[in-house]
Every structure is written in C-alpha cells, then in structure tokens.
C-alpha cells in the first residue's frame, strides 16, 4: 500500500527527512518514531504531497499512485478517500459550526457514495469506533478528544480508507482514552486489512501495535527493523536512549 524508495525531503538547502526505504502492507503496522524534529511528520506529508514549499526527491508510491509524479486532480483522489491522514487534534480541522453527521455526510457525498446508502454507511462507521450515533448530533466543541480522534476515524473508514496515516493521534488524550483509540485502530487493520503507519514519540504505544519501527533523529533513519527486536534490543544509542527514556 505504501512503498518508498531514497525519499528526501528538503527546505531549501537543509534536508530534513531522508527515507531509504519504507514499505507498509495491507495490515501492517509500521511506526516512526524520534524526537521532536526529527522528521517524522514531514515523512508522512510527503506521502500524499502535503510538503508544501518543499522539495522532494525520490519514489514514493501510495495505494498504486506515483505521489511525485501524479497530476494534482490524481493525489486530490487518493487524498480523504483511500488514504486517510489522522492528525493529534482532528478538532481543529473541523468546522466549529457544522454538526458531525453533517459534515460526514457531505464528505461522503462529495465523495460519490449515492444518497441511499449514506446513513447505512455512516452508521457502520460509528460502530466499528465504537462512537454512539447521536454523537452526530453534536457540534466538534460539544466531544471529548478522544471522541473527536475516533470520529476522524469513522470518516476514514466511511469514506472507504485503506490507508492511515497518524500523526501522534494519541498524544493529546489521557491514558485509558489513548487505549480506546488504539484498540480502534488495532481492530481495523486486523479485521479490515487497513495499512497504518503511525508516527509517534510514544515508544509504548509504539510497542503495543506496530510490526515494525523506523528511527528517526536529525532527518535521518537511525535504525528500522521488526518492532519486537528494535524495542528488546536496539543497536542504536539513540533508540537506547529513546528506550530509557520511558518512563
Ligand atoms: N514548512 C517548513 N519549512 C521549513 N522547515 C520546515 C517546514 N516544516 C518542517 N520543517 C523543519 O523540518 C524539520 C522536521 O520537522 P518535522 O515536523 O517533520 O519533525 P517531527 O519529527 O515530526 O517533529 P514533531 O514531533 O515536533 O512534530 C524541523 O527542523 C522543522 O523545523
């Protein structure tokens, strides 16, 4: 679903992501981890063209669609329907005064799912977030975060995602609600074949859900491998330090 090839990523004369390879198929799990600045987040963007003002360089394929090189009108169609980007605060990309059902229903329907299935199709997507349907009712300042993450979720698979992309998407909540969430997007890509690629600073979320994990620090992979080896036992003094810094 997702394969990378020398992706780099640049701000003018400064390189701040460098991907050798990155591949991420259906059902997997992979997380990039590193600390603030590291590059993680600019590495997801670049997936679905988001970098803007950047220059990027390499091959990146999502969902059978050459990023680097499609046409604009070919990304707008992955971007939203196939491929989902799940941010740390989905609030604020929301509009504050539409209600929730109403805005999935009209993503929905600016993406083709014909009138007659929609309330089926946004019922199901509640459920399998485990979101109660009157939620929908409700403006985004009337949910809690961890609602408003698995909200975004729900639009996701609404609309039919077969990728999401996370950036951080359980950082803004408490514990017991970051377990909810996860638990979420554990069961989506058991049951749903879903590819995520999750990036994070949370090396014990990191631990409790993906099958592999590439290290970042100064734009650069420091270290990837199978998660259960990387975290038992990391060949890098900065994933080291990254681990000891758990708490
Ligand atoms: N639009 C931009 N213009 C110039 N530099 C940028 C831009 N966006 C990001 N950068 C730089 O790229 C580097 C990597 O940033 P990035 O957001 O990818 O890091 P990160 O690992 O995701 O950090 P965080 O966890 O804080 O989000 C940073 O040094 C940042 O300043």
Redesign the pocket.
């Known amino acids: 679903m997702i394969e990378v090839r020398d992706l780099q990523v640049r701000?003018g004369e400064?390189t701040?992501?460098r991907v050798p390879e990155l591949d991420v198929r259906e059902g997997e799990c992979v997380a990039i981890v590193?600390?603030?600045?590291?590059?993680?987040?600019?590495?997801l963007l670049s997936l679905l063209g988001l970098?803007?003002?950047?220059h990027v360089s390499g091959h990146v394929r999502v969902c059978g669609v050459d990023v680097l090189q499609a046409a604009p009108r070919r990304l707008r169609e992955i971007r939203g329907a196939r491929v989902a980007l799940v941010m740390q605060s989905p609030q604020a990309a929301l509009s504050p005064a539409t209600r929730l059902g109403t805005l999935m229903r009209r993503a929905l329907k600016l993406h083709g799912v014909g009138g007659g299935r929609i309330e089926q199709v946004m019922r199901d997507a509640m459920e399998t977030v485990m979101l109660e349907h009157r939620i929908l009712r409700r403006y985004p300042h009337e949910i809690s975060g961890g609602q408003a993450q698995r909200f975004a979720i729900a639009l996701a698979i609404a609309l039919g995602a077969e990728v999401i992309l996370a950036d951080?998407p359980t950082s803004a909540l408490d514990v017991t609600v970051q377990a909810e969430v996860v638990g979420v997007l554990r069961r989506l890509r058991e049951e749903r074949g879903l590819a995520l690629l999750l990036?994070s600073?949370d090396l014990a979320l990191v631990s409790t859900i993906a099958d592999r994990v590439l290290v970042?620090k100064d734009?650069e992979v420091v270290e990837a491998g199978e998660a259960a080896v990387v975290l038992a036992e990391p060949s890098h003094p900065y994933t080291r330090e990254l681990l000891e810094a758990l708490p």
């Open positions: 701000y400064r701040v992501a590193g600390e603030s600045g590291s590059g993680k987040s600019t590495t970098t803007e003002g950047a951080e990036v600073h970042m734009g």
